[in-house]
C-alpha cells in the first residue's frame, strides 16, 4: 500500500510559476512509474508528465517545455515544477505511481491560474 499526498497547489497569476510535491510513503525507487495528471473544470483527466523507471520522462504537448517533473529518492517525493502558467492549466493536479502492480493516486491539489 502506497499512500500519496500532494502539496503545493495554490492560485497564481498568468505567467507565474508553481510546484507540486507528491510525498510518498514508500521508497519512490521501487516505484516503476511516477506521474502526474490533472482534470480541469467540464474535462477529463489527463496525463501531464510521467517518468518510467530507469528516467525516462514523458509530458503532454500542451505543457512542453513549461512543465519539468523530477524525484528525490532521499525525500520519497516527486515534483512537478510549472513555469509559465496559463489559465488553460487550472486543474485539480493528482499525483499517481505504479509499484509492484498495482496503481496509486493522491487526493490532488488545486491549481488556479488568473487571467
Known amino acids: 500500500q502506497v499512500q500519496?499526498?500532494?502539496?503545493?497547489?495554490?492560485?497564481?497569476?498568468a505567467g507565474?510559476?508553481?510546484?507540486?510535491?507528491c510525498a510518498a510513503s514508500g521508497?519512490?525507487?521501487?516505484m516503476n512509474v511516477m506521474a502526474w495528471y490533472r482534470q480541469g473544470?467540464?474535462?477529463q483527466r489527463e496525463?501531464?508528465?510521467?517518468?518510467?523507471?530507469?528516467?525516462?520522462?514523458n509530458y503532454a504537448d500542451s505543457v512542453k517545455g513549461r512543465f519539468t517533473i523530477s524525484g528525490d529518492n532521499a525525500k520519497n517525493t516527486v515534483y512537478l515544477q510549472m513555469n509559465s502558467l496559463q489559465p488553460e492549466d487550472t486543474a485539480v493536479y493528482y499525483c499517481n505511481v505504479?509499484?509492484?502492480?498495482?496503481?496509486?493516486?493522491?487526493?490532488?491539489t488545486q491549481v488556479t491560474v488568473s487571467s
Open 16 to 21: 507565474g510559476s508553481l510546484r507540486l510535491s
Open 27 to 30: 521508497s519512490i525507487g521501487s
Open 41 to 43: 473544470p467540464g474535462k
Open 47 to 57: 496525463l501531464v508528465a510521467q517518468i518510467i523507471r530507469g528516467g525516462n520522462t
Open 4 to 13: 500519496l499526498v500532494e502539496s503545493g497547489g495554490g492560485l497564481v497569476q
Open 98 to 108: 505504479l509499484r509492484f502492480g498495482s496503481w496509486y493516486w493522491g487526493q490532488g
